[in-house]
């Protein structure tokens, strides 16, 4: 086992070198210098490949250039430890997402040491102290630093960001000097330094004063003189105000103990911070955390905290960004800096990153003459000036990722504050940025924003008017804060009054005044300024989409595109928070962008192109409608190539559930009945499974009606069939006879036999459930006939345990177990589950009431397994509640209240009556009083439901035993 090696002593600050155990270490060649030195500048932050190559050959890499970077990674991966087997991970050169870091110990580098001590300097108030820290940062520098690299790479920003560094850094040391009258300290280093540059002019005016404050005045002048030839002759420039205030404080005599007046005071840029802040307590407690967490980990260059502060327009971002920095700068000693970066200006255009840098910069006390002309040297000086410093950074409406990544410090303990309207990706996969994606207030927040605004007294009185002023809004920050600026102005504007107002004229005009930042279309018009043209079009088609969200799919037949060149839109719209992907595929509108959309494609897309729009999508659902219908619906004839089987056919109904309701209504409003009554139709087996009849019954009546305005006796007879089913399941056994008699008559009409056997066999369970059961037989038996005659195996099959029900309810329980198992025989599990499940219910229906309780147990919890592998939860609850009754009869009371209990939770949304007659069960068997149980008016409604549902038979033993 090899041990783990010494670490080794770095010095950047001077000659590159490395010292191990008293030796030093062979570097090798300057190019392999340069990559280390790279390692040894970020100081344990990964350096990428694409920095490597940046700074072995610029603008012109070799073809081979990755090649040449990983063999020296791996040389020196080997030179600092030599033992270390191939591709295993090692001690000190470590691989990560991002590139390689070289890990130091504390202590073991001298650009860390300086840094530290650089820190400690600027938090020590004490006198002399300071003095003697600056001294010990400056005495670790020998210029010029970093020898033994390449040429090409000394002149890259990552090193020529060093002196920089040191400068800012000697420069603050002299200031330190001349006030504790120390300036013989200094002023070595001052003049090495005016020497390598003589256009410094910060530099040069502090050893004017030095020179003078040590006595030295002549030589002072003398280098004043030379300075400002050197300006003149290079330049032709005069000297700057600061080394011109520096000769004048020399010739009058005038204090030099004072630093030059441009001295650098920490930056207070933030804007005043929003007055009244309400909500976004969880947000704020997220990044307050982030930034304790990161402040609790010891060491100089600690984890940047960046926040990407994302959401739609008006969310309430720059808002949020300003009350936490306000709430977060006294941890930020070394200031504040803030840039609105425009990326969403409606009237200009976005700020550069260098333009941004240079105002950074000069607010840092960086003289203009001193910034590096070329971007990537302003993003070192910049990273330069702030190595060390404890600065929040707030970034305020940014465009992109790219426009931010140069403002970001290095490694400093820093806080960066970014807003964008734009989801900024790239910095969160990168840069390790926390996204916060700021959605819509919370009822309860937009309701204390208006009472924060407008007082509480006003909103306390007006509760109603309140929450449909909230509504109306969308819960979005921006439109409440505009409306209540109306009513804080208008004092005798009653909140309802403003409300009715808002309601009449439109979901918009609510959110207009003079000012273009308080006019909602504006605020959203400048997201869709930024647009792709078939994103922007899109966001306009998306209005006429039915229901709440729309998939990639429906959203590529709305548009009449491709579903990747759709995906990239619906990408680029989610980027921008002008939809939102609230479940992964699926995105939807806030309700104000929604009106919006719609007042776009409205005032851009005529009448017809608008119906033709909704004509497509209203294909594509219906499509895919029929084709989940064919493998759930039992009576479908066709088969489905676009869903394997039925849990992925149930599982689109279900996320679609909403959306198809709402594209019946739609398509029936706009004459499109054909559409509209094939949906409902295609609907109706997954209602059925689901349990959900009054939704059914209203989606059901909404496509008959549709039928009927068609000159087509087909679609009238399945309509009439289809909502008679749904009738009856509602008890409404009246009305389903008559709608599936005249269906039963149509199918007869227009010859359609296997149409007509499903309407003999629905009719039957409708007469068994209104008390009729021989001439639910007779029905039965007829479909029966039909379905033998055309081969159809399966539906005969369910025929026969139809009938063997209806025998149960005739008290023929024993021929009734006969048909069951002649329907069993027609049923394969593996592709016939449901029709199996249903065959062993009525199994255990018939056993339970020849008294063989235990077979019926048996068969029944099968039933269960089955129907809820199916996700039939209407079928699951019903043999839940007869399973309770064969358990109760058989004399286990608590399985029977287990399994009844179970059959409640479902039956309380889907059948409120069967619900009821449970609980009175469930109540019955709580009872404590001793003896026969005496029924009551209650319990006589109760059996009389249970009967009608098939539960129990109106006769027989097991209702006998039930009773007793």
Not at 525 to 551: E, N, V, Y
Request: hydrophobic share 45%; glycine share 8%; aromatic share 6%.
């Amino acid at each position: 086992m090899d041990l783990p090696q010494k670490p080794v002593r770095w010095t950047l600050l001077g000659s590159l070198a490395g010292r191990r155990a008293g030796e030093n270490l062979v570097l090798g060649p300057p190019q392999r210098r340069s990559v280390l030195a790279a390692l040894l500048v970020r100081s344990g932050s990964p350096v990428t490949l694409a920095e490597f190559i940046d700074v072995l050959w610029g603008q012109q890499p070799p073809e081979n250039a990755a090649n040449v970077v990983h063999r020296h990674i791996g040389e020196l991966r080997r030179l600092l430890e030599p033992g270390l087997k191939r591709r295993a991970t090692g001690q000190w050169l470590l691989p990560s997402a991002e590139g390689y870091r070289l890990r130091t110990e504390p202590g073991c580098l001298d650009l860390q040491e300086f840094r530290s001590l650089v820190h400690q300097a600027r938090a020590t108030t004490a006198s002399p102290g300071p003095l003697d820290l600056w001294v010990q940062a400056l005495s670790l520098w020998t210029a010029p630093v970093v020898r033994g690299i390449t040429p090409q790479a000394a002149q890259h920003p990552m090193f020529t960001g060093l002196q920089r560094e040191y400068a800012a850094a000697l420069a603050e040391a002299a200031d330190a000097a001349l006030q504790t009258g120390a300036p013989e300290a200094v002023v070595a280093p001052l003049q090495v330094a005016v020497r390598s540059d003589p256009l410094d002019e910060p530099l040069q005016a502090r050893l004017i004063l030095c020179l003078a404050a040590a006595g030295r005045q002549s030589e002072a002048l003398d280098n004043y003189r030379s300075v400002r030839s050197v300006l003149a002759d290079e330049l032709g420039i005069d000297p700057g105000a600061e080394l011109k205030e520096a000769h004048r404080r020399v010739l009058s005599g005038l204090p030099l103990h004072m630093p030059p007046a441009s001295v650098s005071v920490p930056p207070a840029q933030l804007p005043p911070a929003p007055e009244p802040f309400t909500g976004r307590r969880a947000e704020v407690a997220r990044l307050v955390a982030e930034v304790d967490g990161a402040a609790a980990v010891p060491g100089a260059g600690r984890t940047l905290v960046i926040g990407a502060i994302g959401g739609m327009a008006g969310v309430g971002k720059t808002a949020l960004a300003l009350h936490l920095a306000h709430r977060l700068s006294d941890r930020f000693p070394d200031g504040q800096l803030y840039a609105d970066l425009r990326g969403f200006d409606p009237s200009r255009p976005p700020l550069s990153p260098q333009d941004v840098l240079r105002g950074f910069l000069c607010g840092l006390g960086v003289m203009p003459q001193h910034m590096p002309r070329d971007p990537d040297g302003q993003t070192a000086l910049y990273r330069s000036v702030l190595a060390g410093r404890r600065v929040l950074v707030v970034l305020d409406n940014a465009l992109d990722s790219d426009q931010v990544r140069p403002l970001l410090p290095g490694t400093s303990d820093s806080l960066v504050l970014v807003t964008s309207r734009n989801k900024l990706l790239g910095l969160v996969a990168n840069e390790g940025a926390r996204p916060v994606d700021l959605g819509v207030l919370d009822e309860a927040e937009a309701r204390a924003l208006l009472a924060d605004r407008v007082g509480s007294a006003r909103t306390a009185a007006e509760p109603e008017a309140v929450r449909e002023i909230t509504a109306l809004c969308g819960r979005l920050p921006l439109a409440l804060a505009i409306v209540a600026a109306r009513l804080a102005t208008h004092r005798g504007f009653t909140m309802a009054a403003v409300a009715q107002h808002m309601r009449e004229t439109g979901p918009l005009s609510g959110f207009v005044g003079p000012d273009s930042a308080l006019d909602i279309r504006n605020v959203f018009s400048w997201s869709c300024q930024k647009l792709s043209p078939a994103a922007a079009r899109l966001f306009r088609l998306l209005a006429l989409r039915p229901g709440p969200d729309i998939t990639a799919p429906a959203a590529a037949a709305l548009a009449d595109r491709t579903v990747t060149a759709t995906g990239r839109s619906l990408a680029e719209l989610s980027q921008t928070h002008l939809v939102i992907e609230h479940v992964p595929g699926r995105f939807a509108l806030h309700d104000l962008l929604q009106a919006y959309a719609l007042e776009l494609v409205e005032a851009e897309t005529s009448e017809q192109e608008q119906q033709a729009v909704l004509r497509r999508v209203l294909d594509h659902y219906l499509l895919l409608a029929r084709a989940a219908a064919a493998v759930v619906d039992p009576e479908a004839t066709s088969e489905s190539t676009v869903f394997p089987h039925a849990e992925s056919a149930l599982g689109w109904f279900s996320s679609e559930r909403g959306v198809l309701t709402e594209a019946i209504r739609r398509a029936a409003e706009a004459g499109l009945h054909e559409h509209a009554w094939r949906l409902g139709y295609a609907l109706g087996g997954f209602y059925e499974l689901s349990g959900l009849f009054h939704e059914w019954a209203s989606v059901q009546r909404m496509a008959f009606d549709s039928a009927q305005r068609l000159a087509d006796h087909r679609a009238h007879a399945h309509a009439h069939r289809r909502l008679g089913r749904v009738t009856s399941l509602l008890h409404g056994y009246e009305e389903a006879q008559r709608h599936l008699e005249r269906a039963r008559d149509l199918y007869a009409e227009l010859d359609l036999p296997l149409d007509l056997a499903h309407a003999h066999r629905t009719l039957a369970w409708v007469m068994a459930k209104g008390g009729r059961p021989q001439e639910a037989v007779d029905q039965a038996e007829q479909a029966l006939v039909l379905y033998r005659s055309h081969g159809e195996t399966i539906m005969a099959g369910r025929c026969l345990y139809a009938i063997a029900w209806f025998l149960v309810l005739l008290d023929r329980s024993e021929e009734a177990v006969l048909h069951a198992q002649s329907a069993l025989e027609c049923f394969d599990e593996s592709t016939e589950p449901m029709n199996v499940a249903r065959t062993l219910d009525t199994l255990a229906f018939a056993h339970a009431h020849l008294g063989q309780y235990g077979l019926a147990v048996g068969y029944e919890q099968r039933s269960v397994e089955l129907f809820r592998s199916c996700r039939a939860l209407y079928n699951e609850g019903c043999a839940l509640s007869r399973l309770g009754d064969v358990h109760s009869v058989a004399g286990d009371a608590e399985a029977a209240r287990r399994s009844w209990q179970a059959s409640l939770a479902i039956m309380i949304e889907l059948d409120p009556p069967w619900a009821n007659a449970l609980r009175t069960k469930l109540n019955r068997r709580d009872s404590s009083a001793p003896g026969p149980h005496t029924e009551t008016a209650e319990t006589a409604q109760a059996h009389a439901l249970l009967s009608l549902h098939g539960v129990m038979p109106p006769h027989g033993r097991l209702d006998r035993e039930l009773r007793q």
